[in-house]
């Protein structure tokens, strides 16, 4: 088939807040235009992992192209980009944005404007994108569509008075839907002749053909049989094949200016195709590269371990092989005293450790354990020198240190009015900072700067617990700010657990180490010995609890007789107690470390 005309190309993402109906629109979409016959057709088909079924959320983004004959007689191809909503994720969204000329705001029609959907808005914006808002559920009984719509022209500045109004998941107003794409988004502006220039969007790992690279064509077009430089990571490849999702893959002889496909190249490795990079041909090369994206910063470290030491070759193999299909997960070799070796992970958020946990465990047969979340901290050393701290186990020597610096976030919160007082107490809870609080509607928008530490153990999930899941809840980094930060030691039998250690502030590390402690004794099953648990901060004790010893009872055997005989066996008893204290080891089950990392206030 040829290429079509650019002037019928439109591009397009769903932008929204979860659970607002993205995924469900898309389904609607390929159904209308028969991009797969009913009896192809799944819930989510777009979400092609177990895990985003099960958890009824995207993870990845996903490209479909559909083909849709207008009421204008004309047939229009329409490349659809199915994006994440959760802010774990917005690494993807970005890279879906850039890739468009346009977007659908969905927004749910009984919630209106959430966190999220603003945040993802205001990126669709910086990327120049002409924005068509469609409301989605309006067949529930507490949609208000007119307050909707008021909403999004107060809190967005977008004019909504034109609004789609849809259900989605009934499949009501679909073709008003892709009547306003065709009509009011616009075509990709691109030169034909000029050399190829393409940006990649996503490259992931197929057991079949190797790296399967996604890709938008700028100007140009790409064929099957050519050479092709990628300019970021200076390598060149020969073309194997073109082609598109229509969502299954199908060939076509090429891609043209501003349409999204993949092609495949005997590629080995993920790392070699960066996203963002920009793809040209060999021999005509295009001058100027594209901007490409900043690459994903972690935000979140933890340890992963496994259970059994022997999976510690296969975890690794794993990590690459995920490695592959998520650019955004780095790890490298760990090794601790209570947990054998291991990997510290990078991730950008803790859904993402969660999910890529979750992985592993699945796609791989892995028994797993992880550390406490950590973020980055940077320390400036008494010498002048700074150094980055991953690991709270590896902190420098207390007296070296200058000054610590924690990364701290601009958190936006909306929430209903009467959960208000509750989310700004957990906010100063969490040393936060108000910058603002203003009314969208009936709901309250609160701006806090808070310190990230505080935020990647439970804030989401007490957050949610608080305002019984009305309130919704975005952030990014700002900045890195000097805070009297100190290192709590969690000690067993007087040995540190160098697993358990984490940066605490100084205000709050009597009352975390108070509960781990008091955690810890639930946990560890007692042995023949006392065992003493303790919170120490440097050569301090700051908390102390005494898991108490199993005791055989060694006088059964005496009846009668004299008291020597039992104070004599009990005095025997005491000195092996002793002694097994000094030798012998305290065994923590795993489940009482994983317990013990879900802090919960």
């Known amino acids: 088939m040829a290429a079509e005309p650019q002037t019928n190309i439109r591009n397009f993402s769903i932008v929204a807040h979860i659970d607002h109906g993205k995924s469900t629109l898309a389904d609607r979409l390929i159904q209308t235009t028969g991009g797969l016959q009913a009896r192809e057709m799944t819930e989510q088909v777009l979400d092609s992992m177990d895990i985003e079924k099960e958890r009824g959320i995207t993870i990845k983004a996903q490209t479909v192209r559909l083909t849709y004959p207008a009421q204008d007689g004309q047939t229009y191809i329409l490349n659809l980009m199915d994006t994440p909503g959760h802010v774990d994720f917005a690494y993807e969204v970005s890279r879906s944005l850039a890739a468009c000329e346009g977007s659908l705001l969905v927004v749910d029609a009984s919630q209106g404007v959430e966190a999220q959907t603003l945040a993802n808005v205001y990126q669709a914006l910086d990327n120049g994108h002409e924005i068509v808002p469609v409301l989605n559920k309006i067949d ?40 306003a794409i065709v009509k009011r988004l616009p075509p990709p502006k691109g030169d034909r002749a000029a050399p190829l220039k393409a940006m990649l969007v996503d490259s992931w790992y197929d057991t079949y053909l190797g790296v399967v690279v996604l890709v938008r064509i700028v100007d140009g077009t790409l064929k099957k049989g050519m050479k092709i430089r990628l300019m970021g990571a200076n390598a060149v490849y020969d073309v194997d094949r073109v082609g598109v999702f229509t969502p299954k893959m199908t060939d076509i002889a090429e891609l043209g200016v501003g ?5 495949t190249g005997s590629i080995k490795e993920v790392a070699d195709t960066r996203v963002g990079d920009t793809i040209t041909e060999d021999k005509r090369q295009t001058k100027d590269m594209l901007p490409g994206f900043k690459p994903a910063q972690p935000v979140v470290f933890c340890g992963l371990f496994p259970v059994d030491a022997a999976d510690f070759d296969d975890l690794r193999a794993a990590m690459g092989k995920l490695r592959l299909n998520d650019a955004s997960f780095s790890f490298e070799m760990e090794s601790s005293a209570a947990l054998g070796f291991g990997f510290r992970c990078g991730f950008l958020g803790l859904l993402h450790l969660e999910i890529i946990q979750e992985r592993l465990e699945r796609e791989f047969n892995l028994d797993l354990i992880a550390t406490a979340p950590s973020v980055i901290y940077k320390i400036n050393l008494s010498d002048g020198s700074e150094i980055e701290l991953h690991n709270p186990a590896d902190m420098p020597d207390v007296m070296k240190i200058a000054e610590i610096n924690e990364p701290w976030i601009r958190a936006t919160i909306l929430s209903p009015d009467d959960y208000l007082g509750s989310v700004l107490k957990l906010c100063q809870d969490r040393r936060g900072l108000q910058i603002d609080l203003s009314y969208v509607g009936k709901r309250a928008m609160v701006v806090y700067d808070l310190p990230l530490n505080e935020v990647v153990f439970d804030f989401y999930d007490r957050l949610k617990s608080i305002s019984k899941g009305y309130a919704s809840f975005d952030y990014h980094i700002t900045d890195y700010r000097a805070g009297d930060l100190v290192k709590m030691s969690i000690l067993v039998n007087a040995e540190p657990v160098d697993a358990l250690s984490m940066l605490v502030h100084r205000t709050r590390a009597e009352a975390r180490g108070r509960v781990m402690c008091e955690k810890l004794k639930e946990l560890i099953p007692p042995h023949l010995f006392v065992i003493p648990v303790q919170a120490a901060i440097g050569g301090k004790i700051i908390a102390r609890e005494t898991i108490r010893a199993l005791r055989k009872d060694v006088t059964a055997k005496c009846y009668g007789g004299d008291a020597s005989r039992k104070r004599k066996l009990l005095d025997k008893q005491k000195a092996g107690k002793k002694k097994l204290r000094q030798f012998g080891r305290v065994e923590i089950p795993q489940e009482a470390f994983i317990a013990a990392l879900k802090m919960d206030e």
């Open 140 to 179: 529930l009984p507490a949609a208000e569509p007119d307050r909707v719509k008021e909403q999004i022209e107060e809190v967005i500045g977008l004019d909504a008075s034109d609004a789609v109004p849809i259900s989605a998941k009934s499949g009501i107003g679909i073709d008003l839907v892709l009547e």
């Open 259 to 263: 349409e999204i496909g993949f092609f």
